[in-house]
């Protein structure tokens, strides 16, 4: 799951660094339109990965049939949730959320947004397939999928945004185009292999394939609290990145550069988190809490491992860090980028550490069902760094730079209270399955 994770986020990259040389406001454009109709469907992502939490108990309990009624009800609301998705994202491109950008900027975001938007049933899709493989342990088969669709992702960009092989150059759209092309590409595979796995009588067993009322409102019951603090964390991240693009499109591509790193290194521990919270499913389905705590010392120890190497290598390699995204060539003007993304980037170190703690902490409380308190701990969190964000720029107007320190120190702290939940234990006497399968 690491590995998965790391080359998922490289398709991200590499598409902010094929844009680099586009323009500045380009790969800043980029960003803000992702994360913008992320946020729109990341609440049905929430509900319909933690299907794999539920799988990981179904697995753990040996009751493969019900592993398979769980995908069957993430791909029902997959389904389901697309026109929702739709009609939200038509009143977000109506309202104010890219105002105080450039025109240029808003053009590009607004395009970027409705690529990703129409392009949602596919994440959706590939979320519940790829929940499965994650619940039963067969994460080898994600590695593999994400490698090709890595491939596919660099060949579309490399044709669609520079135009060769006698294509068009389409910039900013052959960018869109080549992560749905490698989303597509990732859907059909995994649910290929589904659909090969499944066809042994094991995994059978008289399972339907229609709508298991008791399975959908576990899914329902347990992801929606996951869902909730994907997309208020998401509405929070928006805002933050807004406000940091309001200091001009110099400081927008600054922080896209420093949110492009942050985020290489943020996916592979998203990798930790979800083979923890595997583990700890697994663990729990068998009633072994002992085992779960063990699974998770074991995620604490290669994800502070992983933070440290992290931290040496942000404040040891900022230059090249940096230079990757700002470019000498082209008549483009990086300059001022370096100037702000340079101490950025170092102080982005300073939470890794606990960032590392807190995925992990948030894993196994997943994995055992505890995901009301990580949304609520995650609600108040967000909630108060990001009103303080807004107050310092806005209100205070204090430089981007300070405005960025304060931020990563609330998030140092904020991280705690997840561990302290954890600590905690309470989790460890939830029983959120059926003891003998059904």
Not at 183 to 206: K, M, N, S, Y
Request: some cysteine; overall charge positive; aromatic content about 14%.
């Amino acid at each position: 799951m690491f590995f998965s994770s790391m080359f998922t986020m490289l398709m991200m990259f590499i598409d902010r660094l094929f844009l680099s040389h586009v323009g500045i406001v380009h790969q800043a454009a980029a960003m803000t339109g992702g994360i913008t109709s992320w946020m729109v469907i990341s609440f049905f992502v929430g509900v319909v990965s933690y299907s794999s939490a539920l799988i990981a108990q179904y697995f753990g309990a040996k009751q493969q049939p019900n592993c398979v009624r769980i995908v069957w009800q993430a791909l029902l609301v997959a389904i389901v949730s697309y026109p929702v998705v739709l009609l939200i994202d038509c009143l977000v491109a109506a309202s104010p959320v890219f105002s105080g950008h450039s025109a240029l900027e808003q053009s590009l975001e607004h395009r970027y947004f409705w690529y990703m938007a129409f392009g949602g049933i596919i994440s959706l899709v590939r979320f519940a397939f790829g929940s499965f493989f994650t619940g039963i342990g067969r994460t080898r088969v994600l590695m593999l999928t994400n490698i090709a669709a890595l491939l596919v992702n660099v060949a579309a960009n490399w044709i669609l945004i520079f135009g060769h092989l006698g294509c068009p150059a389409l910039g900013l759209d052959g960018a869109a185009i080549g992560t749905i092309l490698s989303d597509l590409f990732t859907a059909i595979i995994l649910a290929v292999c589904f659909f090969r796995t499944i066809r042994h009588p094991e995994w059978q067993d008289g399972a339907p394939s229609g709508i298991d009322r008791a399975k959908l409102w576990k899914l329902i019951r347990y992801g929606a609290p996951q869902g909730c603090e994907s997309v208020l964390g998401m509405f929070c991240f928006v805002f933050l990145v807004s406000s940091f693009h309001s200091y001009g499109d110099d400081m927008a591509a600054a922080i896209t550069i420093v949110f492009n790193w942050d985020g290489f290194s943020f996916h592979p521990l998203l990798g930790i988190q979800v083979a923890v919270t595997t583990l700890v499913g697994h663990a729990m389905g068998k009633q072994d809490p002992d085992l779960a705590v063990r699974s998770a010392r074991s995620g604490f120890k290669v994800a502070i491992c992983y933070a440290f190497f992290l931290i040496f290598v942000f404040v040891a390699f900022t230059g090249p860090l940096v230079g990757v995204f700002t470019p000498e060539s082209g008549g483009l003007d990086y300059s001022k980028v370096r100037e702000f993304a340079f101490p950025m980037l170092r102080m982005a170190g300073l939470y890794l550490l606990t960032d590392a703690i807190l995925m992990i902490s948030v894993g196994a409380l997943r994995g055992a069902g505890d995901t009301f308190w990580c949304m609520l701990l995650h609600l108040v969190n967000n909630c108060i760094s990001t009103a303080v964000v807004l107050i310092c720029v806005h209100r205070l107007r204090l430089p981007p730079v300070r405005v960025w320190l304060i931020f990563v120190v609330l998030g140092m702290l904020s991280s705690l209270t997840l561990y302290i939940r954890y600590r905690l234990g309470r989790w460890k006497s939830l029983r959120i399955i059926e003891p003998t399968a059904t």
